[in-house]
């Protein structure tokens, strides 16, 4: 089993900053890639930003230059950094790992979702 934990959304004025955390624990052998989602009422989930094992980043355009999407490999961690938030950005954020597990292959498991609202 694989327990997927996210924290630090909240919220805030328009330019403003906030910083979110997903830590995944259980009985984990590796993780592969790592996603931040987010989902705005009334519209479809879209990946935000992702993370290989090795490093490389990969934005939405329209986060590009704002958001930085970093991982702990320590930790089992990713994070997501939002600068210079706009009431766009509003949506529930959901953090996905890739985990392939002691007794399975690799498979997607999901956090429960975490609300950022920015206000103009």
């Known amino acids: 089993q694989v327990q997927v934990v996210e924290s630090g959304g909240g919220s805030v004025q328009a330019g403003g900053s906030l910083r979110l955390s997903c830590a995944a624990s259980?009985?984990?052998?590796?993780?592969?890639?790592m996603n931040w989602y987010r989902q705005a009422p009334g519209k479809q989930r879209e990946l935000v930003a992702a993370?290989?094992?090795?490093?490389?980043?990969n934005y939405v355009d329209s986060v590009k230059g704002r958001f930085t999407i970093s991982r702990d490999n320590a930790k089992n961690t990713v994070y997501l950094q939002m600068n210079s938030l706009k009431p766009e950005d509003t949506a529930v954020y959901y953090c996905?790992?890739?985990?392939?597990?002691?007794?399975?292959?690799?498979?997607?498991?999901w956090g429960q979702g975490t609300q950022v609202t920015v206000s103009s």
């Open positions: 993370i290989t094992s090795g490093g490389t980043t």
């Open positions: 996905n790992v890739v985990v392939r597990t002691y007794d399975s292959w690799y498979r997607d498991y």
């Open positions: 259980g009985s984990i052998f590796s993780i592969n890639a």
